[in-house]
C-alpha cells in the first residue's frame, strides 16, 4: 500500500514536471519587463554557469576556452584560473575578455548572454566563498596546496548583451558593468 503510494506520488510528480516543459514555453519564458542586469548576471552565474571566454593570445590571435562563472558580487563577474596558464598570462597582458553563455533546448528557446569587459586579478579574494557556492571545485583542487596555484578575477567594467530567441518580439538588450 506504502509502495503503491509513494509510486502515485512520483506519478503525478513527473506529470507535473513534463507538463510544466512543454506548456506552451510561457512558464520558461523569462520576464524581462522585470529583469536588472543584476538577474542577467545571476542567470549567466546559477543557470548558465559554464561559457565561453575569448582573449588575445601573445601572437594577437583569438584564444577561447571554457571557463566557469564562480561567483557574482555587486554586479560584477568573478571567475578563476591557475597562475601556470597561458590564459592567466593572457589576461595579465591583454586585460580584456569577451564572454558568451547560451541556454535553451533549441535555437528557438535560447538565451544568450555576451559579456565584453576589462578584467583585474584580484588575488585570493573570495577563493573560499567561491569553493563554497561552487563545491565540486573541492574534488579538481582538493588540497590547500593544489589551491595555491588559483588566481581570482574580477570583470569590473563593460557591457553585458542579452538576446532571447525564445520571446516574440525577439528581445534584445544592452546593460553596462562599472
Partial sequence: MKKNLILALLTILLLVSVSFQFNNGDEKQMKHEQMKLEDYLAFL?????????????????????????????ENKLYFLTANTKPFYNQLLEKPYVSITGVKGEDPMTSVSITVNGEVREIGTTYLEEIFDENPYMNEIYPTEESKKILRVFEVYKGTVSVFDLG???????LFEIN
Avoid: C, E, W
Fill in 45 to 73: 552565474n546559477k543557470d548558465i554557469h559554464s561559457t565561453v571566454f575569448s582573449t588575445v593570445d601573445s601572437n594577437g590571435k583569438p584564444a577561447s576556452r571554457v571557463i566557469d562563472i564562480m561567483l557574482v558580487k
Fill in 167 to 173: 520571446t516574440k518580439p525577439i528581445y534584445q538588450n
